[in-house]
């Protein structure tokens, strides 16, 4: 049998190509080899969108990006989290057993915390909403950036209490593990600065050719040993290193030049997912065909393993 890995993406904004170096293409890389459940992680998402109309045009939105860059709803589960109920009831019962200090070393919180951020409980309790999202469905592994690795063992952590504390009628919860793929790297964005909505410093994955242009030209050239950092950490996700190295040789210096380079590789790649997204966003019926049976695939899993758990602490009372 396939092994089973989830993960998500938040419909906080318009996907770019951190979005897709970092976890959406690995997402189809991996469809053919595994049972996958991808789902748009809309209830994350209302940490930081708060505006209704906003909420569902992303959601919306990004169901399509994931068909525009090639996930196949016959082969891997596309759904809405929100769709599924269970998220929610097993992050309460998983509440019960997590300890405040324990979540207070979770980096998302600490890292607003050191910003004096007024943190949300929705923010402090991100990782158990994660944690539920990865245990209901026996998942094995979980795709993830680096960055990410916390929230994995997270719900690693808690699954074992779990199975520790009502363990008299098994294991509930499988242990899942990180999928972490060592050449993929932290994409850069125009400022240097780890590619992010946040920061607005983004090149969008279906931006048009102007925008395209205008961003790479924009490119903050910080250069070390007569190379343009930022511009060749790009231009890495395009080009193999032979061919980059021999390139950035013949025009050292000239920035303007490989920057223009870099804005036709861009573009070149680009240009398919574009028109194929405008087709697949011309059916909005079809693409709302597609979460809903998603979602009804994601709750019959779902549901099943929340029966479990519910059984296991009491919360069902047998005839």
Do not use: C
Request: glycine share 6%; aromatic share 8%.
């Amino acid at each position: 049998m396939k092994k089973t890995i989830l993960s998500g993406v938040k419909p906080s904004g318009q996907a770019h190509l951190g979005n897709y170096f970092g976890a959406m293409k690995q997402f189809v890389d991996l469809q053919d080899h595994y049972t996958g459940y991808f789902m748009i992680a809309d209830l994350h998402a209302l940490n930081t969108v708060q505006d209704a109309k906003e909420m569902a045009e992303n959601t919306l939105n990004l169901a399509i990006d994931y068909l525009a860059i090639g996930l196949d709803p016959q082969k891997s589960v596309i759904f809405k989290q929100s769709d599924v109920p269970a998220h929610t009831e097993l992050t309460w019962i998983l509440n019960t057993i997590v300890t405040m200090p324990y979540l207070s070393r979770a980096h998302a919180f600490k890292d607003a915390e050191a910003k004096n951020k007024e943190v949300n409980v929705g923010t402090f309790d991100y990782p158990i909403l994660m944690a539920a999202d990865i245990l209901l469905y026996d998942t094995d592994l979980v795709p993830v950036g680096k960055d990410q690795k916390q929230h994995v063992e997270i719900a690693r952590d808690i699954a074992e209490k779990f199975n520790r504390i009502y363990g008299q009628n098994g294991d509930t919860f499988k242990l899942p593990q990180e999928l972490i793929k060592e050449e993929t790297q932290t994409t850069p964005g125009i400022d240097g600065q780890k590619m992010s909505k946040s920061y607005k410093n983004y090149i969008p994955l279906f931006a048009e050719d102007d925008e395209i242009q205008k961003l790479v030209m924009s490119i903050v050239t910080d250069s070390s040993g007569g190379l343009p950092v930022n511009v060749y950490a790009i231009h890495q996700l395009f080009r193999s290193e032979d061919e980059l190295k021999k390139i950035y040789a013949e025009h050292e210096g000239k920035y303007k030049v490989l920057k223009e380079l870099l804005a036709e590789d861009i573009k070149a790649f680009i240009r398919p997912l574009r028109e194929r997204r405008k087709a697949i966003a011309a059916d909005k019926k079809a693409v709302l065909r597609i979460l809903k049976e998603g979602g009804e695939r994601a709750r019959a899993q779902a549901d099943m393993r929340l029966a479990v758990a519910k059984k296991n602490v009491g919360l069902t009372i047998e005839e």
